[in-house]
């Protein structure tokens, strides 16, 4: 129980331990993620639509007028704004506590941390708009489609490319 302990406080630790931290640090970048996107899509770019799950559990408000194309629209720009504040929350965590750093100087590590993050949540983002305005889905089933995409892409990257394993 102390050696699993000591893993969780430090960085030294097993392939095991390092992804269920990694979940925990995903977990609390996509917690972030989520409460921006949620708060941009309800309050300050409506995205929502009434039969948005969200809308039911919680009630956000909803669009004035639902038009799949602006609510695609706007859907992606939250999900760019929300991708901001949580991929600097993400990568503080990751470089403090899940990672090694040191393959690549710490700006370079910092620029492919974001290219990364960025290039699947522009795949994650090209998906919602896919789900909103090809299909109709609901506004949520497309930003989880995001989640799901980003949270593959992310830890094989980070893993092999970003941080020494």
């Avoid at 669009?63 to 993400?90: C, K, P, Q, Y």
Wanted: hydrophobic share 55%; with cysteine.
């Amino acid at each position: 129980m102390q050696n699993l302990i000591r893993q969780f406080r430090g960085k030294e630790h097993g392939a095991f331990v390092q992804f269920i931290k990694y979940g925990i640090a995903g977990g609390l970048a996509t917690a972030v993620h989520i409460g921006c996107f949620y708060i941009m899509a309800g309050f300050i770019l409506r995205a929502l639509t009434a039969d948005d799950p969200m809308v039911k559990f919680i009630g956000l408000p909803i669009m004035e007028e639902a038009d799949e194309a602006a609510r695609s629209r706007l859907a992606v720009i939250n999900n760019f704004v929300a991708f901001l504040f949580s991929n600097v929350v993400g990568y503080i965590i990751n470089v403090k506590w899940v990672f090694e750093g040191g393959r690549h100087q710490k700006h370079v590590e910092m620029l492919l941390f974001f290219v990364v993050s960025g290039t699947s949540v522009a795949i994650g983002s090209a998906i919602t708009y896919a789900l909103i305005e090809w299909y109709d889905f609901t506004t949520t089933v497309g930003f989880v489609a995001n989640v799901v995409a980003s949270v593959l892409i992310n830890y094989v990257m980070r893993k092999f490319v970003i941080f020494k394993g």
